[in-house]
């Protein structure tokens, strides 16, 4: 039911920059822990950072210190600011609900994130 669509990913060289963003439908995303992802074909997918209801954070040890979740609730809005980034950080980026504490909806389309010299 919930749809989630992904935006702002692109190509950038090592120690870029970038900000995602992730519009989420429905009435229940302010009381809804959410979560970035990503993945790397034939890798698993990944939660790299996740923000409960009331704003708490946390991160992958891979991406901590470099990417800041935050979410505007009125807005039904996620964002991913991504600084330093590395080759690692290469994959497709997904929002959706923190599997920590909510089933996952489905997947939107994600948006790539590419980073090499």
């Known amino acids: 039911q919930v749809q989630f669509v992904e935006s702002g990913g692109g190509s950038v060289q090592p120690g870029g920059s970038l900000r995602l963003s992730c519009a989420a439908s429905?009435?229940?995303?302010?009381?809804?822990?959410m979560g970035w992802y990503r993945q790397v074909p034939g890798n698993q997918r990944e939660l790299v950072a996740g923000i409960t209801r009331g704003g708490s954070t946390n991160y992958a040890d891979s991406v901590k210190g470099r990417f800041t979740i935050s979410r505007d609730n009125a807005k039904n809005m996620v964002y991913l600011q991504m600084n330093s980034l590395k080759s690692e950080d290469t994959a497709r980026y997904y929002c959706?609900?923190?599997?920590?504490?909510?089933?996952?909806?489905?997947w939107g389309q994600g948006t790539q994130v590419t980073v090499s010299a």
């Open positions: 959706n609900f923190h599997s920590a504490y909510v089933r996952l909806g489905s």
């Open positions: 429905g009435s229940i995303f302010s009381i809804v822990a």
